[in-house]
Nanobody
Framework: QVRLVESGGGLVPPGGSLRLSCATS????????VAWYRQNTGKQRETVAI???????SYADSVKGRFTIVRDNPKDTVYLQMNSLKPEDTAIYYC?????????WGQGTQVTVSS
């Protein structure tokens, strides 16, 4: 069974940084892509960043230049480095892995940006 385990969320002041981790239970090479989504209360889940099997990346306009998604293949882990955090970045962040036939989700990790 495929499992995704996120970690690294927390409370940080505006302008601060956090690094989220998503560890997969199988080789990350099995996935077409791995992405980070976020969702706030009353809002739709939105794509934050995605890294494809070949290594190409894309970002939501709201996080470009501040967030970076990277992949560590030997550790089967994808990271989301978040810098210059803003209060509007507050949300539950979810890791998503896209397999050949289905997608897998982690349990989510809370990120709160507040002074």
């Amino acid at each position: 069974q495929v499992r995704l385990v996120e970690s690294g969320g927390g409370l940080v002041p505006p302008g601060g940084s956090l690094r989220l981790s998503c560890a997969t239970s199988i080789s990350i090479a099995n996935f077409r892509a791995v992405a980070w989504y976020r969702q706030n209360t009353g809002k739709q889940r939105e794509t934050v960043a995605i890294i494809a099997h070949g290594g190409s990346t894309s970002y939501a306009d709201s996080v470009k230049g501040r967030f970076t998604i990277v992949r560590d293949n030997p550790k089967d882990t994808v990271y989301l480095q978040m810098n210059s955090l803003k209060p509007e970045d507050t949300a539950i962040y979810y890791c998503n892995a896209k397999g050949a036939l289905q997608e897998y989700w982690g349990q989510g990790t809370q990120v709160t940006v507040s002074s």
